[in-house]
């Protein structure tokens, strides 16, 4: 008789994906993808505060997602500002029973200068929102988040960060930074079984407009894309629920570049 199958090994079941019971703070979430964010992690059953420097964005998203049937709140969040970071940070553990599961660090700002020409104020503060903030929301948030496996960070990096690009070395460089504490921060964390990663993301948003209102730059930009487009930033939350969920429990220290290919 041949020998029996082995028995499969069951794979992820689409339950993995689901972030029901859990909660998150997502930053510059007012629009764009952390806005898209935002609502992707409510249809996947967490509760989601909404932060943004804009007041009535945050808000605004926030009562979308409770219309839609979902558990949001929302706060006013400069990134820089610590104070308002650990504020923050216990409103979104406070929507999820004194638990915060996930954090993403989304905020962003872009002054776009030739080096020659740059001012070091343009410099710092693109560094400070992009960079600083990771850090500042990051350590705010660590208290709140669980030694059960559910903890996660999700930083926010770009390909100007893995491969440089012209006009932009602040943002450029605080995006590398921020590859940079999301390893670290990766190892660091693992012994409380908290993972950290980073997606790289391209999709028609505020901070690209200046890029697709220009027709030779968006031209010279596509022509990088193998896939030919933008992305519309619901197309790249769903990489944010992978990696906020179960699905991605064995994944840390790692940058998912979602940018139809740009990088390879």
Not at 133 to 142: E, H, K, N, R
Not at 165 to 190: F, M, P
Not at 224 to 245: H, K, Y
Request: cysteine-free; aromatic content about 4%; proline content about 5%.
């Amino acid at each position: 008789m041949p020998a029996a199958s082995p028995t499969p090994t069951p794979g992820p079941s689409t339950s993995s994906f689901s972030l029901a019971g859990r909660s998150a703070l997502v930053t510059g979430a007012g629009n764009g993808i952390g806005a898209a964010v935002a609502h992707a992690f409510a249809r996947a059953g967490s509760a989601v505060l909404v932060t943004d420097v804009d007041k009535d964005a945050a808000a605004a998203v926030a009562a979308g997602i409770v219309t839609a049937g979902g558990r949001a709140g929302s706060a006013v969040l400069d990134v820089r500002d610590a104070d308002a970071a650990r504020a923050a940070a216990e409103q979104a553990a406070d929507l999820g029973g004194g638990t915060l599961n996930i954090v993403v660090n989304n905020a962003g700002a872009i002054a776009p200068a030739m080096f020659d020409k740059m001012e070091p104020g343009q410099f710092e503060r693109v560094v400070a929102i992009h960079l600083g903030g990771t850090f500042t929301v990051s350590q705010a948030a660590l208290p709140f988040l669980p030694d059960d496996g559910t903890g996660r960070i999700i930083n926010v990096t770009s390909a100007a960060g893995l491969v440089g690009t012209i006009g932009q070395v602040n943002y450029s460089a605080a995006k590398a930074g921020v590859l940079g504490v999301t390893k670290s921060l990766a190892r660091e964390l693992a012994r409380r079984r908290i993972t950290v990663n980073a997606l790289a993301p391209l999709a028609a948003t505020s901070m690209t407009a200046n890029i697709r209102g220009n027709e030779k730059l968006a031209a010279l930009t596509l022509a990088r894309v193998p896939l030919g487009r933008w992305a519309e930033p619901a197309e790249i939350a769903a990489s944010f629920v992978f990696f906020a969920s179960d699905a991605a429990s064995y994944i840390t220290g790692q940058v998912l570049a979602v940018d139809g290919g740009t990088v390879m």
